[in-house]
């Protein structure tokens, strides 16, 4: 089975700090690409939670020492306090509606991330947790980190993830239309949301796949949509992405689902040469920088791949190809893209809509009320939109 690449850490990038008299250090990991702390101070089970706060609150990170059980608690214990953190004097208390409001929302977020990820774990060669009571996390750090033959320091909140996404990989995620499971890998964005899986696996397949039965799936991330449209009879399929991540997690499903002889992963930046009868893209939703390389699967910066791909879809389809575009108009609904932009970038391309399916989420997000983006989620709408170039290229 193939292995899913693991992130290496950048050896340049130190933490120091002074315990028992003298200075110690050790590597800092961070796949959010957070610098390393300015300020470290090893703390242990004595730690108030309030003073634990409050430290993290003023930039100061914590070297936990104690038992790893109470650490989690502890973490658990400064979630809380950032919940319940007083609004600035003259903010509003009406939910967001705008754009702007959207990216102070994400702003206040990331600095909550920020704090509570102050609370660090060192860790020693082949990823051993040095603290009491530490479960075995060996397996899903290697996975997500490679090897370890240094100490390292790394955020209790992004070690719950990388343990986290390795039980996800482990135990696989269900796909119904593939009456199988898709094994996403850290880093590559999880096929949670089914029914954007449920439109490409029911839309009825472009008749130009008779004479020319090629698909291009772009921006594959798990090979989903690949092993969906392999499964409905597409005899070749060429499943693109930039993410080595991505890339080695795709192959791997392929190869789970015995799907080698019919799905080519190839690494690209949007198109493979050549064209196809049908060109599939889930780019991410939302117009955005990613604060994270994780969340480089939800915020496309300008729109770019959304952009790139409507610019350069005429281009690699034959002729009465279709492209199927699936996007959700959530970004339509805070204020982040307007639906007349997206029209215009479709016409820009010199393309036409054939025609839309659409399709409610079913997400649990959509029932949390206390969600300050509640009614845009719950009026959200995942469309695929079926395109054609307007000038026949043969």
């Known amino acids: ?27 800092w990991r961070s796949e959010a690409g957070v610098p390393p702390p300015a300020r470290l101070e090893a703390v242990d089970d004595s730690l108030t939670a309030d003073a634990a706060y409050r430290l993290a609150c003023e930039g100061t990170a914590l070297l936990w020492r104690g038992d790893f059980q109470n650490a989690r608690q502890l973490l658990q214990a400064m979630k809380r306090r950032a919940e319940r953190k007083p609004a600035k004097k003259g903010a509003s208390n009406q939910p ?31 990823h051993v947790i040095a603290l009491r009571r530490a479960p075995d996390v ?21 070690l719950q993830g990388v343990i986290g996404a390795y039980e996800w990989h482990r135990n696989g995620v269900d796909v119904p239309m593939l009456g199988a499971k898709i094994h996403p890998s850290y880093g590559v964005f999880s096929p949670v949301r089914g029914e954007y ?5 029911e839309t ?18 798990t090979g989903v949509l690949a092993a969906i449209l392999a499964k409905r009879g597409v005899a070749r ?26 799905i080519e992963v190839r690494q690209a930046d949007l198109f493979p040469a050549g064209r196809a009868g049908l060109i599939v893209c889930n780019p991410p939703w939302l117009p955005g920088k990613p604060g994270s390389r994780l969340e480089s699967a939800v915020y496309d910066p300008d729109s770019r791949m959304l952009k790139g791909f409507l610019r350069r879809l005429p281009a690699h389809l034959v002729h009465g190809g279709e492209g199927w575009l699936i996007l959700s108009d959530l970004a339509e609904h805070i204020g982040l893209r307007r639906r007349d932009e997206l029209l215009a970038w479709i016409d820009g391309a010199g393309l036409e809509v054939l025609g839309r399916a659409d399709a409610r989420p079913k997400h649990p997000g959509i029932a949390d009320r206390s969600d300050p983006f509640h009614a845009a989620r719950a009026a959200e709408v995942t469309s695929l939109w079926r395109l054609r170039s307007r000038i026949a290229e043969h």
């Open 204 to 221: 009825p397949l472009p008749a130009a796949l008779i004479d020319h039965d090629v698909a291009f799936d772009i921006g594959t991330g």
């Open 197 to 201: 899986l449920d439109l490409v696996a």
């Open 237 to 262: 399929i060429v499943a693109t992405d930039q993410d080595p991540r991505a890339l080695a997690c795709a192959s791997e499903n392929v190869e789970r689902q015995g799907l080698s002889g019919l």
């Open 1 to 27: 089975m193939t292995k899913p690449v693991p992130v290496v850490c950048d050896t340049d990038l130190l933490v120091s700090w002074a315990e028992a008299g003298e200075t110690r250090s050790a590597l």
């Open 96 to 126: 967001p509606t705008s754009g702007d409001a959207f990216h102070l929302y994400r702003m206040a977020r990331a600095q909550r991330a920020r704090t509570l990820g102050r609370l660090v774990i060192p860790v020693n060669p082949g």
């Open 138 to 158: 060996a397996a899903a750090c290697e996975e997500a980190y490679g090897a370890a033959d240094a100490p390292y320091v790394v955020s209790l909140r992004e």
